[in-house]
């Protein structure tokens, strides 16, 4: 098939979603809400059962889990080297190597939070943030929204992780991330997002 050719289903020319405001984000009203309620209490989440009508007029059940959100940073050091962290995650039973992230605590406005989360696991100061993207991770199942700042200026002050955290910072030139990124050994989605998007716009 040419590149020309029409695509059985596919309007000929660009969607016309493309010329609207909010074209990502929109709201169905085939889909109605009718209850929801809290199903399970974790120790850091709480996981709801929310029903909805759909088209066909069936109702179920979908899980749900309701996040605070949560911040993400990009760390660029004076020479151009990225930081990493080299994090044990029990889901996975492994380590993963990521950039610094955590949650947005209550009343904490996303860049503060990524202040404090970059000094906290990497033990650097970033003199500078600047957003970089928002995203939904995990929206099958979470409304969870992450912020992603990338950080500059950095000065070392010291770790100050959690008491259940052990992380061990590591420091790579951009040529050794995209090999790392490339050969499958950063695979975590945040970190993913942000290094593509950096080497995408750094030139």
């Known amino acids: 098939m040419n590149q020309s050719d029409p695509v059985p289903g596919i309007p000929d020319s660009d969607s ?16 109605e809400f009718q209850e929801e309620f809290l199903s399970y209490q974790g120790f850091r989440y709480q996981f709801y059962t929310r029903r909805e009508k759909l088209p066909d007029g069936r109702v179920v059940n979908r899980d749900v889990l309701r996040h605070p959100g949560a911040s993400a940073i990009l760390p660029i050091l004076p020479d151009g080297r990225i930081i990493l962290i080299e994090q044990h995650r029990a889901a996975l039973g492994h380590n993963l190597l ?9 009343g904490e406005k996303p860049i503060e939070c990524a202040r ?28 969870e929204k992450m912020y992603i700042f990338l950080a500059e200026q950095l000065k070392f002050v010291g770790q100050d992780t959690d008491e259940d955290e052990w992380v061990k910072v590591h420091a790579v030139s951009p040529r050794a991330a995209k090999e790392l990124l ?15 998007h950096w080497f995408g716009n750094s030139g």
Request: negative net charge; hydrophobic residues 40%; charged residues 35%.
């Open 16 to 31: 016309e979603l493309l010329s609207r405001r909010g074209r990502g984000f929109l709201f169905d009203s085939r889909f």
């Open 98 to 106: 990521e950039i610094p992230a955590g949650l947005i605590e209550e």
């Open 182 to 196: 490339e050969n499958g050994e950063i695979i975590d989605g945040k970190t993913v997002v942000a290094l593509l």
């Open 116 to 143: 404090r989360e970059i000094r906290e696991e990497t033990g650097f100061e970033a003199g500078k943030l600047t957003p970089l993207r928002e995203i939904l991770p995990a929206t099958g199942f979470s409304d």
